[in-house]
Nanobody
């Protein structure tokens, strides 16, 4: 099992940057694929980015490609989402999630462990 705690959310102006971090506790963090998802008010949760257990493979939603970067440090049990050129439509609660599936996916249902979320607000 793994417990996830996100941090780094806040208020930023459009065009600005934020760095979200997720610290995992528990066993075998390095065996989990990790993902970031977000949910805006009145909208369904959506995939943002994922990184494989080794860090070699990453995938991004089209809406954030080129602006967001996901990375991980298995020695520190952390996964990070660097967000730049933020837009008002990026505002949401961002969730870190861990998947024990053999295959890396972008489906939220494949992630069995979730953090409590961190709020990102982008002012125009």
């Amino acid at each position: 099992q793994v417990q996830l705690v996100e941090s780094g959310g806040g208020l930023v102006q459009a065009g600005g940057s934020l760095r979200l971090s997720c610290v995992a506790s528990g066993r075998a963090f390095s065996t989990y694929h990790m993902g970031w998802f977000r949910q805006a008010p009145g909208k369904e949760r959506e995939f943002v980015a994922t990184i494989s257990w080794s860090g070699r493979s990453t995938y991004y939603a089209d809406s954030v490609k080129g602006r967001f970067t996901i990375s991980r440090d298995n020695a520190k049990n952390t996964v990070t989402l660097q967000m730049s050129s933020l837009k008002p439509e990026d505002a949401a609660v961002y969730y870190c999630a861990a998947s024990a599936r053999a295959i890396q996916t972008t489906r939220g249902s494949d992630y069995g462990y979730w953090g409590q979320g961190t709020q990102v607000t982008v002012s125009s």
